[in-house]
């Protein structure tokens, strides 16, 4: 493989209690009802915006959205390492994948606190490049991060992997005609399962036998 590109949350991080937290803390701030940390879970991985929607219900404005995130951000960064940790393996995982290839991050999560994150947690040395839901004009399932990454890494598209733990990142995959790893350990764990992706690893550390097996 030439460039393996990682989704983070439910991927390498296991971060859903920090958001979920952060989630209720702006909920109560808004004056609404918090709600069970499990039905947050099942909000997070389109980004901070359907985040915050889907938390708020249906009949929110986009005036309250917008004040929502602003509000969202600094609660989250209070809490973005509370309790979130890579999850087991992988950080062997991506040490050992590191010789001889690419390696990034694309998020839907806002570049700023996926950067925090990797870095209060010491992985983001493995990456060329961490991409959020903020930096291009189309975000996952869009195809247009993975095209970027593949033109500024001149890795061959065929030689391109995809590692997430949700539907969002297997459309993408598919949209940007590159292989997929789904993880099944994941935010996303029970839909994953309902996927046809190119392979499953239930720890981050069989993808080294998947790169092995692709010359």
């Given at each position: ?35 069970p ?49 890579p ?17 990034a ?50 890795a ?7 590692v ?35 392979y ?16």
């Open positions: 493989m030439d460039l393996i590109i990682f989704d983070l949350d439910g991927t390498l991080v296991d971060s859903r209690r920090d958001i979920a937290t952060s989630v209720n803390e702006l909920l109560s701030r808004m004056g609404r009802r918090e709600l940390a499990e039905r947050i879970f099942d909000f997070i991985g389109n980004g901070v915006r359907t985040l915050l929607q889907r938390s708020l219900g249906s009949t929110v404005s986009q005036d309250e959205i917008d004040r929502a995130v602003k509000l969202y951000l600094p609660i989250y960064g209070s809490h973005l390492l509370d309790t979130t940790l999850y087991p393996g992988v950080r062997e995982a991506l040490e050992a994948l590191l010789p001889g290839r690419s390696m991050v694309l998020t839907n999560k806002p570049t700023r606190e996926s950067l925090a994150v990797l870095e209060g947690l010491g992985l983001e040395r493995y990456f060329c490049q961490v991409y959020g839901g903020e930096s291009f004009r189309e975000r996952k399932p869009h195809r247009m991060g993975v095209d970027s990454l593949i033109g500024s890494t001149g061959r598209r065929e030689r391109t992997l995809m997430g733990d949700s539907r969002v990142d297997f459309e993408t995959a598919r949209n940007a005609e590159i292989p997929v790893s789904l993880v099944t350990y994941g935010i996303g764990a029970a839909e994953v399962r309902t996927l046809s992706p190119d499953f690893i239930d720890d981050l550390r069989q993808l080294l036998s998947i790169v092995a097996s692709r010359p």
